[in-house]
């Protein structure tokens, strides 16, 4: 069911016109740059939009520090993250999406930031999130299941990819907001 739903998803996002495509994400940069989440944030996740995610790059500037996710060396973390600046040079990873080179020293780990902004297939309003099925920020963020509250997650995702209802995995860590192009929500965790 699930591979049903990433398939057609997928696919929406691929058939979006480029002028759709700009608009939204242009969109819901803003609803997340009037945000309060996002104005005290110092340390942002970030990431880089492939095949049609919703494009957060208009969201960038100077008092606030951008951090790039990559394919952690270490299977059990998923990802780590490394700042972006303007001399940061890439290279794509294993499935074709730009990361920044880094040596070991320049690691940032995802309990260090504020704010992240998290790619995705689907989401329903209760914060749970549809990925491309990798795990990769779910084992990223799986201190979060413990309580904690940093960094908060911000699924960035168009309209159209919300769903009714999504039955969440054991491993699944939920998202504390979303943002598309018509509103934030915020998720009321019990």
Known sequence: MKDEIRQ???RQRAELPIESFNKMSSTIAKNVRESEEFKNAKKIGFYHSVRGEANPDSLKNHDKH???PVLSRNLDEGLVFIELNDD???ENNKFSIPEPVYDDDKIVFANTLDLVLVPLLGFDKNGNRLGMGGGFYDRCFAFKKLGNTKPLLMGY??????LDCLDPESWDVGLDMIATESEIIRVNKV
């Not at 995702?157 to 919300?162: G, I, L, M, T, V």
């Open 8 to 10: 057609r998803l997928r």
């Open 66 to 68: 951008f951090f790039l």
């Open 88 to 90: 940061t040079e890439f």
């Open 157 to 162: 995702a168009y309209d159209f990819q919300e």
